[in-house]
């Protein structure tokens, strides 16, 4: 799983880059929040290390610029502060930070947090996915709804290009998953499979009796 971190000190910097290593994720690291905007956008890491202090672009602001950027793509933003203001924390929360980690970094708080926010993003990829399926099955289903032009007589149905053509192909069209096995109801049974029956048998009686006689 990526990570960025973006912090303009040094050495902070290269403790969260071996850190992360160390825990199993890939870092990725920037020392502004400039270069930190533009690695998220080339790289879209599933986790977010940012400090709130920095050059050219405050983390907050570099959070508020990646949530309007990435509304349909979660990221999970750690903040690294020494502030510790209600105030200060509640700045944070409404630019889009999901949690928050003091200076000087403890890594058993950082790899708590980062169990975290993986455990986040892997919940969210199984629900993007879910979705996804989702709505392909969806578009794959044509559900029959409203009124169908049926023929009184031959009982075809006319589609929505004036075609006209038998009700179960009409069917296996428009509704997905759908097989179909031809019986005889008992009404067309009596009225046309028995008369037709009865007519072959007779005529094949005739043939016997013709050929007795000859």
């Known amino acids: ?15 969260l880059e071996r850190l992360l290593a ?9 020392l502004n ?18 400090d709130w202090m920095m050059p050219e672009m405050e983390g907050p602001t570099m959070v508020k610029t990646i949530r309007a950027f990435a509304e349909s793509e979660y990221t999970y933003i750690i903040m690294l502060t020494s502030r510790n203001e209600k105030e200060d924390m509640m700045s944070g929360m409404l630019a889009g930070v999901d949690e928050f980690l003091s200076k000087p970094i403890d890594p058993d ?5 980062l169990r975290v926010g993986k455990r ?15 709505e392909r099955e969806r578009k ?48 067309c049974f009596e009225t046309k499979v028995k008369p037709m029956q009865e007519a072959f048998f007779s005529k094949k009686r005739e043939e016997v009796s013709e050929l007795k006689s000859a």
């Open 1 to 15: 799983m990526k990570v960025l971190a973006v912090d303009d000190d040094r050495v902070t910097l290269v403790t």
């Open 22 to 30: 160390k825990f199993g994720y890939e870092p990725l690291t920037a």
């Open 33 to 50: 929040g400039t270069d930190g905007l533009r690695l998220f956008l080339e790289h879209k890491p599933q986790i977010l290390i940012t």
């Open 109 to 113: 708080q950082l790899r708590a947090r």
């Open 120 to 134: 986040i993003m892997t919940l969210q990829a199984s629900l993007a996915s879910r979705v996804s399926e989702l």
């Open 140 to 187: 794959h289903i044509k559900v029959l709804q409203g009124f169908l032009p049926i023929c009184s007589y031959c009982k075809k149905i006319r589609d929505d290009e004036n075609l006209w053509s038998q009700i179960e192909e009409y069917i296996a069209e428009h509704q997905a998953n759908i097989q179909f096995s031809h019986s005889i109801c008992p009404d």
